[in-house]
């Protein structure tokens, strides 16, 4: 699918940041004293929108199956550990500068060498030379070489140096996966296009081990269906997206099989996660390096083996501004008076929306009213996320449309008399009364 057969961009990245701010998903990091590149903060709503997408994230790759076990590993690793991912050797990006404005770029992010793009000065660059993104630190009392340490570029690692100790005590055998969630730090040269690209970050990481009996293009293709089948499930939109076939001469040299998962944003394709047969190599690396031994025995065959790796790995910071662009709609609506007005509606997958149902008190002056209203909300806070909240009644609605809450519920005069309040939904408007003793059962289906 090219950029001009899909559909075109609904929104830009400015209203999608004004949102962000003005609603309390995200913020820019250490704002208060002018900010900080490549760093952001989550904020209430954006908080719980971010651990909603990891939780249907662990969800569906290592709750619901039974060939997947949970990790965790540090930030902060030996040396070489990177040493023998290569990162330390090849993790670099070419670095240029404008001699002009000062301004400092990654060469391939240009498209045209001969002009800068910020001040328009011809030929002003200089040339190329290696930048590496990993982000050191010093460990212990003296800052010198032998100290040196990084903050990991990727969570992989620590699965690939702990495989033996994980298959061991998890006893498990291949095929089965190690799955994690954690934080990554790369030394962006130019972060950019709001929380896309990002020098703190977190990742959705699953290490997939198969052994070499013929089945790995099999059980790569299935991940991949598997992760079609996850965006869908979360209301991501088809023409949104597509998973790109890395040809070869785009694949590391000890790749066999490469898929990109890409969506368009407002400026164009990017990455949200990759899946990719790997083969051997991470595994033979740390051996060769260590000397240590992470084959596999099987048991039944007396006989000592490297896995096969699959692997997938998702931005869980992308995926979740994926979530914010692809629910954002702006459209003509009409109001309880009968007035047009333009709403601006996030259609969150119930799942996913950070507040599942705002409950409402029609009258904030009435006493009995609110007391009725906080109750109720207060019972559905056990199973649901809810919120509450009073005031005009169409300003409440506008706001909860504009963080993609799927319901509200509004306790009015009526409702003391005859126990029933009004339920409306968010995409389609509609409202209905509903007994207050079938509020639970009625949500239960719905969400």
Request: net charge negative; glycine share 6%; with cysteine.
């Amino acid at each position: 699918m090219t950029e001009t057969a899909a559909t075109a961009p609904r929104v830009t990245m400015d209203e999608i940041t004004a949102l962000a701010k003005r609603r309390g998903f995200i913020f820019q990091s250490s704002e208060l004293y002018g900010g900080i590149g490549g760093f952001y903060d989550y904020g209430p709503l954006g908080a719980v929108l971010k651990r909603n997408v990891k939780d249907a994230w662990w969800r569906e790759t290592v709750q619901l199956r039974d060939d997947v076990v949970a990790f965790d590993s540090s930030i902060i690793m030996h040396p070489l550990v990177w040493k023998a991912s290569g990162h330390v050797d090849q993790f670099h990006d070419k670095m240029i500068d404008c001699k002009i404005c000062k301004h400092r770029f990654r060469a391939d992010h240009l498209p045209n060498l001969d002009q800068c793009p910020d001040c328009g000065s011809k030929k002003s660059f200089t040339d190329p030379r290696s930048f590496n993104l990993m982000m050191q630190t010093h460990i212990g009392p003296m800052e010198d070489t032998a100290s040196i340490a990084y903050l990991r570029p990727e969570t992989a690692q620590g699965i690939f140096v702990n495989f033996k100790n994980i298959y061991q005590t998890a006893r498990k055998k291949p095929p089965f996966g190690i799955a994690q969630i954690g934080k990554s730090f790369r030394n962006e040269i130019t972060p950019g296009n709001f929380t896309f690209r990002q020098r703190e970050f977190e990742q959705g990481e699953l290490e997939y081990f198969v052994p070499d009996d013929g089945k790995d293009m099999a059980i790569f293709a299935e991940w991949v269906d598997a992760r079609k089948k996850w965006y869908s499930d979360y209301g991501i939109k088809a023409d949104r997206l597509r998973f790109y076939e890395l040809p070869a001469d785009e694949r590391p040299h000890y790749a066999k099989a490469g898929i990109d998962v890409e969506y368009l944003f407002p400026w164009g394709w990017g990455e949200l996660e990759s899946i990719a047969h790997r083969g051997t190599y991470d595994l033979d690396a740390h051996m060769k390096l260590s000397g240590k031994d992470l084959r596999f025995f099987d048991e039944a065959a007396k006989q000592h083996y490297t896995p096969i790796l699959i692997e997938s790995s998702a931005g869980m910071d992308r995926t979740t501004l994926t979530m914010l662009i692809d629910a954002y709609e702006k459209e003509k609506s009409v109001d309880p008076n009968g007035k047009e007005m333009e709403r601006v509606v996030l259609r969150f997958h119930p799942k996913i929306a950070p507040q599942q149902i705002a409950v409402f008190s029609l009258a904030r002056n009435k006493p009995e009213l609110v007391e009725r209203a906080r109750a109720i909300e207060a019972d559905l806070r056990r199973k649901f996320r809810t919120q509450y909240d009073e005031g005009n009644i169409g300003q409440l609605y506008r706001r909860q449309d504009e963080i993609g809450t799927p319901f509200c519920v509004t306790f009015d005069y009526d409702s003391l008399d005859d126990q029933s309040v009004t339920v409306r939904e968010r995409d389609s408007m509609r409202q209905e009364r509903i007994a207050v003793d079938r509020l639970q059962s009625y949500f239960s289906e719905k969400l």
